[in-house]
């Protein structure tokens, strides 16, 4: 069994007028014990519903689900201190300092002080710690948000955009931290309309669109069922080389400044010799890279965004 299992799962917002709005229609989803999984889907796909419906703080239509074990809406409260999250801008007291405002949390459960400093350097907050949040930018009262969500040292963390407003410095940060408590053996799921940041920061990767699991499993599994590679190729005539590509039976097209032909990298000879048969001769031949952004977009049918 997965750290979180879900099965079925339905969520329907009843409207005063009219038929419901369907966030979550039957969705089904398991995530393994350690390192960092990304959860992704276009606007409206229903991320966020579902984040809540874990930590109970929406409740299904339909469905199960299981976090550590337990059943969120009826005794997530057995497991609630081996988990940490942030959903959406964490709630924060602005008129208190960073430092206090851990302190207070970590109150509730018998934290000393020491772990509260050493968690603002963690998050990059060492030299802030004293100012009050009022003062924060987005971007710091998120870092202070993932620093409330690491005190009580979770097993599971559950993150809804965790790198939102920060710079690209900042993101990177907050990447490289995410990746070593993935290392530690933790599970962080972490909702993210970042894709290029998913794609270096999580293990497995799951896709949602319309309220419905598209894909999941390991980045690179994910990466080839999607679109597929072909090759890139440059030379001086692309018009001419297209006409010739095609005339010989290949699948090729111009693509900005480079010709793309539907072949795996290994048939690379086969394209330069068909070109240089008609006086054409390559600048470059190069396997065409897929991103998960390029996957993203065409299995949520040219969706972006993130969800509600």
Known sequence: MGVIEVEGLRKE???ARGAPSIALAGLELSVPEGGVFGFLGPNGSGKTTTIR???GLVRPSGGRTRVLGADPQRDLASVIR???S???TPALFPNFSGRRNLQLLGALDGIAPRAVDDMLGRVGLGGRGRDLVGTYSLGMRQRLGLAAA???DPELLILDEPANGLD???IKEIRDLIRSLGAEGRTVFVSSHLLGEVQQTCDRVAILSQGRLVTAGPVEDVLAIGHRAGLLVRLGDLARGVEVLRAAGLDAALVGDVIRVALTPDEGARVTEV???EGLYVSEVRPEEVDLETVFLELTGGESGEAP
């Open 275 to 277: 070109l240089a048969r």
């Open 86 to 88: 942030i959903v959406e």
């Open 53 to 55: 419906c874990l930590l």
């Open 168 to 170: 690209p410095a900042g």
């Open 150 to 152: 690491l005190l009580k």
């Open 13 to 15: 917002y009843r409207r």
């Open 82 to 84: 081996r988990v940490g």
